[in-house]
């Protein structure tokens, strides 16, 4: 008698877990599309955050030969004045260019590391 209660007991609880399936699929389909949808959030940050990188590389490349060139005529230079012009001119392009590394291409690098932290998650 006892083993047909525990049998019956046991139906019950597979019964109960069967009704239940439904409404845990349909909870957890739900939070596959939440997190599908942060992906791609987050993946379009990334590419954003790429492209930001790649233009303030390309900005910091022109800066880069505006100062080769201008210490290139640094060279050519017979007078004193025009030399000190051109003297500064570099300085004020490196000035620039390690405002604009340090300001802008830091955090954009941080960003994509995290973006990257992110798509290892979800894979």
């Not at 239940?20 to 791609?40: F, G, I, T, Y």
């Not at 987050?42 to 505006?66: D, F, G, V």
């Amino acid at each position: 008698m006892l083993a047909l209660q525990e049998l019956d007991m046991r139906i019950r609880n597979l019964k109960l877990r069967l009704s239940m399936l439904p409404v845990e699929k349909e909870k957890l389909s739900s939070e596959n599309v939440r997190e599908q949808e942060a992906m791609k959030e987050a993946k379009t940050k990334m590419q954003k955050t790429e492209l930001e990188i790649k233009q303030l590389e390309a900005a910091i490349q022109k800066e880069n030969s505006e100062i080769l060139r201008f210490q290139g005529q640094s060279i050519m230079v017979k007078k004193n004045e025009e030399y000190k012009v051109g003297n500064r001119k570099v300085q004020i392009k490196n000035r620039r260019r390690r405002e604009q590394t340090n300001r802008s291409l830091g955090p954009a690098r941080k960003r994509k590391k995290y973006f990257q932290g992110m798509r290892e998650k979800f894979q």
